[in-house]
């Protein structure tokens, strides 16, 4: 027994050498942080988070374009303190979005950070930046229960699905005067969130809903279809992504189901209409807390920004790019009104209230928005133009 | 022909340096093995450090992704292994188990508020209970139905954790609870059982602790006589019978012992991950813990181990070709099958049952073929 | 709760037995395969992918904005459906000679053949989202985007049968897909392929014997389960006018479970298993809604198997029958 003791601890105290090593080492390359401050010139990194390159980036490259503006246009003007902007591309993964947050902490030091893009990954990664004190604002994360976790660093320039559904719901039952509703969501997180929320509004005003759910990877959705045809409503949602929704429209027209279709931001897409066909699609209504810049726009701040976001990325800027846009300008504006730490970064976001492209920037208590504004957009023609705010829009 | 033969020599003078290292190993006195255990469980400990870091994962936090992927993708595929390597039979809805470990921390935590040791335990028994629930009626059938059947099975439990919404549908849980911490206890400046929410490696070490007490458990029955009827089984379940071996009791214990590894990573996964849901829990995961069980040697816990770490940690490390990486891992599964089909680090013994043509990684499944079903499986290639 | 059934049985019924007509002609390719090297083929529900994305590159080459009529319309259907049956013909055999032939020769397990399968699985689908699709459908930076296939028939309603409209494109689908399965019952139990086919599948070393090239045998195999599914790809583009990289997953598991629910490597089994599993599925989403469909399925399928173990037809390509 006694030589094998002593074995384990030579085994052991060799383990220990290595790790007070390999510990030294660790320490020893360690780059200091934010540089003592005083000395001139610095750059601040900032990060952009969101789905880059997976299914879904289609909703995340242009905040990310329009971020991406926003910092060339602040460092031209030749600032004190330069920004940088670093991407993080986490394909909607949660557990991605988590191990590259806790890089962009603990290696890439980034103050600040827009995004993460989606709901899901942000209820993964947003408590690691607030442990970390990293002020972030979302161009995109719409579920409504974000805001109610307390979290002091977290901010987003959208109103939420608890927003946007009352408001798609009261849009419904208002200016499009439906009585008897089919509402179908494709049990993802945002589409069932929303779903449920055009559910209860409805009901609180004596709507009839009928509901059911679809897989958005199936192709088939006959079964839906066949319910939504014995129901007859006069208008039907969707709470799900542009892809479902295409497939959905084309399905219900083939089976001669012509009841007004509507759906949430998720949808707002160039594919619902050739996913649907242009015939099928005509008339598509889609709600959506975003503003995109239209052809026939007036104001020239909006139109300004549209012509620079096309300059530089040779498309129009689509979902959530003036979003992405102010996302970051309320970044630059507090790092150039002298603030550089996470802490008086974020101190500066809360007393932020300036004219963005999209809307007001003022933020709630909470990090919500305080403007509250849904617009509404129609299919006509093969193309996906304004209606107008929710509250207002009329249905030609 | 010829390259035919230069890969039969590569492969050759690779087996031979594995072979030579194992008859050592085999050798050797058992002082020198426990020896080799306790450096290999030191290293284990030491991995988080950032020097590996920079080289292992440029591209993400390092002690994240020992955590996830690599951990939970080694502790699960031990738990297969168990039911695939060791028993032979084929679980394509293994994620099942995983999940229904993430669910019970999950809701326990949040709903009753049970601590993450008790949740731990409650999780164990829960998975073995549904594994012994879906092997009761389905561990009669033969091969590949049972294949189909746990797809099913996996698929199902996704699915209806979706569509109810009294666990959150779609939506998950969020808000679960850690482990609870003991502060102030410090080993190299990590304060090593404080879970919180920045440092990954307190949850780590403790996962590396979990599947350190598993591999010595999988390894004391592999040893003993439930080992020994699970080898029986898989080379001949109809021989096993007539010999007396209670087939189905063993089929349904290595069922039940694998469900509740799974269990008990789906655990210790929800205690660190916040938040859960449906999606976490794909068909992709069961098939990428087979792929790792298969690459690295079904039935060595060794090749099991390594092939786990290859699965998951190739990936993270090439995240820089970004889209291309998925491309090129598919591309690298039909090159190692096509040049070591049984494995990177196959068990000896599966090696000698697939020289005699007796089933060995040939018996899919609980359907296992003689000598004659066994090339038939092949397609009779000669 | 089953009154929304009884209300709309009939919408239901034909809409089951059309997608289940699409899951038997894919099931076939995983019986086939199986049946004679006893291999789950995983990588079978990317050929059927590769046959909805050659069907739906005809419909673009040909530049079709409207929907056709006459000769124009049976050429643009004969096209789709072999360029379609084609290209996937083609990629099952390919599949066949890099990921599961070299397995074959050296004698590898069928649990590596397995890994081989998904593997090639995942080369495939990823090239198509990162090369083919951006490159050969010219659509940079969308390779994992839905692709929208243009319509080429119209889709008009030609009778009722107890509130059920039966349009013109799921009669053609229906008959296409029962007629090429009577087709392939007939070559595998009237040619002399198909007598090789049987006698491998039931003792490839008597076979071999008896003057059987089994190498061909298991190309023949591929080529036959990949047409199969190649034309179940246009029928499908045809239908529902969508293809995406990811598109055969959902698609394959539910063929499988046809094939499995059928009876594995029984031809016939493959097309009652899926006209079942179609049925099924759609009666079960009309009681407890579509959310529930896939669980209805696979559970159907668990219950199935405990009173039939091996399906409902049986094994019957491997027994008697010769």
Redo the contacts between chains.
Sequence with gaps: MR??IA??GG??AV?VA???G??A??GG?EPTPGGGGASAPTTLKIGFMGDL???N??IV?PPSNGAQLAVDEYNATNPKVKVEMIKY?SRAD???A???A??A???DKIVALVGPAFS?ES??AV??L???KIPNISASAT?A?LAKNGWKFWHRVVPNDGVQGPAIADFISGAAAAKNVFV?DD???Y???IGDAVRAQLKSKGVTVT?????P????????V??A??AKPDAIFFGGYY?GA??LI??LR???VDAKFFSGDGSLDK?II????EKQAEGTLIGCPCRIPTPDESDEKVKKFAADYKAKFGADPLIYATEGYDAMTTFLKAIGAGATTTETINDAIGKSDFQGISKQIKFDPTGEPSAKSIYMYQVKGGQIGLLGDTTTAKLG | MSTNSTITNGRNAFSAFIDGIRDRWAAAPS?QR??VY??LF?IA??LP???FGRFMSP???W???LF??IGTYVVLAIGLNVVVGQAGLLDLGFVAFFAIGGYSMALLGTELGLNFWEILILGVILSALSGVMLGGPTLRLRGDYLAIVTLGFGEIVRQTA??TDAIG????I?GIPHPPSIEGVEL??IEIFKY???D?RPYYYLLVVVATAIIIFVKRWEKSRVGRAWAAIREDEDAAEVMGVPTFKFKLLAFAIGASIGGAMGVVWAGK???I?P??FLFMLSATILAAVVLGGSGNIPGVILGAFLVAWLPERFRGL??YRILVFGAALVALMIFRPEGLLPSRRRRAELAEGTGGMGSLGAEVPGPETQRAAEGAGK | MFD?LL??FW??TI??L??GAIYGLVALGYTMVYGVLRLINFAHSEVFMIGTMASAFVVMTLGITTPLTGFALIGGLLLMVLVGGAASAGSAMLLERIAYRPLRKRGASRLAALISAIGASLFLQELFALVIIPQVFDRP??G?????V??IMD?E?LFTIGGA?I?VDQILIFVAAIGMMVLLDLLVNRTKIGRGIRATSQDPETAVLMGVDIDKIVRMTFLIGGLMAGVAGAL?VLQ???T?F??G???GIKAFTAAVLGGIGNLRGALVGGLFLGLI??YG??VF???W??VIAFSVLVLVLMFRPTGILGESLQQARA
């Design positions: 030589p094998k074995r384990l085994v052991l383990g290595l790790t007070v390999l510990a080492c660790g390359s390159s997976g299914e980036s289609g490259i591309d949660a557990t991605t988590v191990s590259l806790q890089k902490i603990k290696d899901g209820k993964q408590p690691l607030e442990e970390a579920n229960d179908v049990k993802s997180e589409g069932k969130g509901d059911d759910a679809l897989d990877a199936a192709t088939d959705y006959s079964s839906t066949n319910k045809a014995a892809a295409g497939k084309k399905q083939d089976k001669g594919g050739e996913g649907a066909g | 002082w426990w020896t306790i450096m030191v400990l030491l450090n950032e020097s591209y993400s936090d002690a994240s992704v996830f992927p979706e569509n549908g779609p939506r998950g969020a190299f400046g919180g929410v920045l990954p991950t916040i938040s849901n999606n976490d970004s889209d | 929304n209300g709309s919408p239901y809409d089951g059309i997608v930076q969308q994992r985007n839905q692709m929208g243009a319509r889709k309603v409209q349009r499908f529902f006018e969508v995406k990811s598109i997953f959902l698609l599925e759609n989403a009309a809604g579509s959310g469909k896939d």
